[in-house]
Antibody, heavy 121, light 108 residues
Framework: EAKLVESGGTLVQPGGSLRLSCAAS????????MNWVRQAPGKGLEWVSF????????YYAESVKGRFTISRDNAMSSLDLQMSSLRVEDTALYYC??????????????WGQGTMVTVSS | SYVVTQPASVSVAPGETARITCEGI??????VHWYQQEPGQAPVLVIS???LRPSGIPERFSGSASGNTATLSISSVGAGDEADYYC???????????FGGGTQLTVL
């Protein structure tokens, strides 16, 4: 069974940094493009970042560009999101999501349970 | 970037058919995906590529897309279908993935 498990979420002060991780299992991680999607409390889903199977290309939402860095380790079946210069508006549940194998038009077919990031002083 | 719009809420009586729309310019030319999110849970894909049902999704769930509107239909709705539903597309002009704002389905 394909599974994604996020970790690393916590309370952090504005301006601080945090690294989220996502551990994949049950499928060949290196065969899939991966994403981070977030959901602020009581709000909808917002796509955050994409990384291709090989690690390039990489794309970011405008709201996080220049502050967040996505990376992956196919040997370890892991996906990371390095977050810096955090803002109160980055407070959200961060999901790791697998993109289906048919390319960018495919759906997010596997989701983790999310890890909560709270940015507050 | 590309924008998709959903109604904030849809209400339907038990046993009836719920229809949730997703509007965007020429969305019928894109691949539209739909997700169900129950309270406190991660999203689950219920319709891909406009109308395809992933394994394990009941036949009560169906989808269509044409022109500027995509529609998720849920027939014979019950209390277990109460959830938030999101449409999603990929915007090739920006290489961004776009979600609608979500629709809360209430079964009366």
């Amino acid at each position: 069974e394909a599974k994604l498990v996020e970790s690393g979420g916590t309370l952090v002060q504005p301006g601080g940094s945090l690294r989220l991780s996502c551990a994949a299992s049950g499928f060949t991680f290196g065969d899939f493009n991966m994403n981070w999607v977030r959901q602020a409390p009581g709000k909808g889903l917002e796509w955050v970042s994409f990384i291709s199977k090989s690690g390039s290309p990489i794309y970011y939402a405008e709201s996080v560009k220049g502050r967040f860095t996505i990376s992956r380790d196919n040997a370890m079946s892991s996906l990371d999101l390095q977050m810096s210069s955090l803002r109160v508006e980055d407070t959200a549940l961060y999901y790791c999501a697998r993109l289906g194998s048919s390319g960018p038009t495919d759906a997010f077919d596997i989701w983790g349970q999310g890890t909560m990031v709270t940015v507050s002083s | 970037s590309y924008v998709v719009t959903q109604p904030a809420s849809v209400s339907v009586a038990p046993g009836e058919t719920a229809r949730i729309t997703c509007e965007g310019i020429n969305i019928g030319s894109k691949s539209v995906h739909w997700y169900q999110q129950e309270p406190g849970q991660a999203p689950v894909l219920v319709i891909s590529y406009d109308f395809l049902r992933p394994s394990g999704i009941p036949e009560r769930f169906s989808g269509s897309a044409s022109g500027n509107t995509a529609t998720l239909s849920i027939s014979s709705v019950g209390a277990g279908d109460e959830a938030d539903y999101y449409c999603q597309v990929w915007d090739p002009r920006s290489d961004h993935w776009v979600f609608g704002g979500g629709t809360q389905l209430t079964v009366l």
